[in-house]
């Protein structure tokens, strides 16, 4: 599924690696970064991790954060 680049609302870069037929994601800040694990119980759906969610909709990513913090992402090439 592969590996692809967001930009954040904070100007910030995020890359997505998608595993398990799409139920997994990895969120990495940097393309040498460690990833932040989240998964969905079904394509669709919410992905939950230890310390965030995210949801897709369209080619726009919002990831929540433990501590409240919440940013819109877009991924790019899709402008």
Do not use: W
């Amino acid at each position: 599924m592969g590996r692809h680049p967001y930009r954040c609302s904070d100007g910030e870069p995020l890359f997505v690696d998608y595993k398990d037929n799409g139920l997994q994601i990895d969120l990495r800040r940097s393309s040498s970064a460690v990833p932040m694990t989240l998964t969905a119980p079904a394509q669709g759906l919410q992905y939950v991790g230890e310390t965030a969610t995210a949801t897709f909709k369209g080619s726009q990513l919002t990831v929540v954060e433990g501590e409240g913090r919440t940013r819109i992402c877009e991924r790019e090439g899709t402008r």
